[in-house]
């Protein structure tokens, strides 16, 4: 495993650059373009755009709003509606082992032309995602990606294995990365870095939160949570605002003690998400240096 350059508390924000291709073929376009651009430090793979998860999983069934219902400490999220997908007998495995298939052959490519360390994203449908899969259907598939031995893979916080899935990353040394998202509110600061804090309990070795804003004051909510898991958590946090409105904290999180930004370096898979160039440009202006330390409490 490649060390990662999100995974420790360092001065600049590490950029971290989705990818979103829907077949293998697509990704093999998209190395000239990877090759000749600059700014990343880490790619993410978003395997739920390939067309097998797109298709594959139960939607719409109980298992799948569950995943909504839980952790009350937090809102749930209203992800983007899409039509549900009943799947055949077979349906399931077939699309897990095309996926995997896919995810093996991608990252060797990823490695061997690329080089920068790359995590493995499978979002789903009540993430904001594109995949439609249960709690089991997940969780198989995300120990089939940490089998492959990618530098770090996304874990959906909500899920009920979430916190076995990430025991299983670290004992093969894959980095995990617990995440949640919230595409219709932000919760409070202080119920973010709760959250924050039960994902390094959890054994996450980072934790992310991305949501949507309403105001400029859950802006400010992002970067006052931020600002207090600095202290209060362990582990790297990246904590994203979405939408226009939100897109200062991809710029000026790593000021509050955001470990990563995420920027495009083809084509954005977020709301608000800019290029990679243009963040890189700004944290050139604002420099390395560490964020201010936090001010003692009594």
Same mark, same amino acid.
């Given at each position: 495993m490649r060390p990662l350059p999100f995974a420790?508390?360092?001065?600049?924000?590490?950029?971290?650059?989705?990818?979103?291709?829907?077949?293998?073929?697509?990704?093999?376009?998209?190395?000239?373009?990877?090759?000749?651009?600059?700014?990343? =430090?880490?790619?993410?793979? #978003?395997?739920? /755009? !390939?067309? +097998?998860?797109?298709? &594959?999983? %139960?939607?719409?069934?109980?298992?799948?709003?569950?995943?909504?219902?839980?952790?009350?400490?937090?809102?749930?999220?209203?992800?983007?509606?899409?039509?549900?997908?009943?799947?055949?007998?077979? =349906?399931?495995?077939?699309? #897990?082992?095309? /996926? !995997?298939? +896919?995810?093996?052959? &991608?990252? %060797?490519?990823?490695?061997?032309?690329?080089?920068?360390?790359?995590?493995?994203?499978?979002?789903?449908?009540?993430?904001?995602?594109?995949?439609?899969?249960?709690?089991?259907?997940?969780?198989?598939?995300?120990?089939?990606?940490?089998?492959?031995?990618?530098? +770090?893979?996304?874990?959906?916080f909500r899920r009920a294995d979430a916190a076995r899935l990430l025991a299983r990353a670290r004992e093969a040394g894959v980095g995990g990365v617990a995440s949640f998202h919230d595409f219709a509110r932000t919760p409070p600061a202080e119920r973010l870095v709760e959250l924050c804090a039960a994902m390094e309990g959890a054994g996450a070795d980072v934790a992310k939160f991305a949501v949507m804003p309403r105001s400029r004051s859950d802006v400010l909510a992002v970067l006052a949570a931020l600002d207090r898991a600095r202290t209060r958590v362990g582990v790297p946090v990246i904590g994203i605002s979405m939408s226009e409105l939100g897109r200062a904290t991809r710029l000026i999180g790593g000021d509050f003690g955001s470990a990563a930004t995420f920027a495009a370096l083809v084509g954005a898979s977020a709301p608000g998400q800019l290029s990679a160039a243009q963040v890189g440009a700004v944290l050139d202006i604002l420099g390395e240096t560490e964020p201010p330390a936090a001010p003692p409490t009594n």
């Open positions: 420790g508390r360092s001065g600049r924000p590490a950029i971290i650059a989705p990818l979103q291709p829907r077949s293998i073929d697509e990704l093999a376009a998209l190395l000239p373009g990877l090759e000749a651009a600059a700014g990343a =430090d880490a790619l993410e793979w #978003r395997l739920d /755009a !390939l067309a +097998a998860l797109r298709l &594959g999983g %139960a939607a719409g069934g109980p298992e799948h709003r569950a995943v909504e219902q839980r952790a009350p400490q937090v809102h749930t999220v209203e992800a983007p509606t899409s039509e549900p997908h009943e799947p055949r007998a077979g =349906d399931e495995e077939a699309s #897990r082992s095309a /996926a !995997l298939e +896919a995810a093996s052959a &991608g990252l %060797a490519l990823l490695r061997e032309r690329c080089g920068l360390p790359v995590m493995l994203t499978v979002r789903t449908h009540s993430e904001g995602g594109m995949a439609q899969l249960d709690d089991a259907a997940y969780a198989l598939l995300v120990e089939g990606l940490v089998a492959l031995g990618p530098d +770090a893979v996304d874990i959906e």
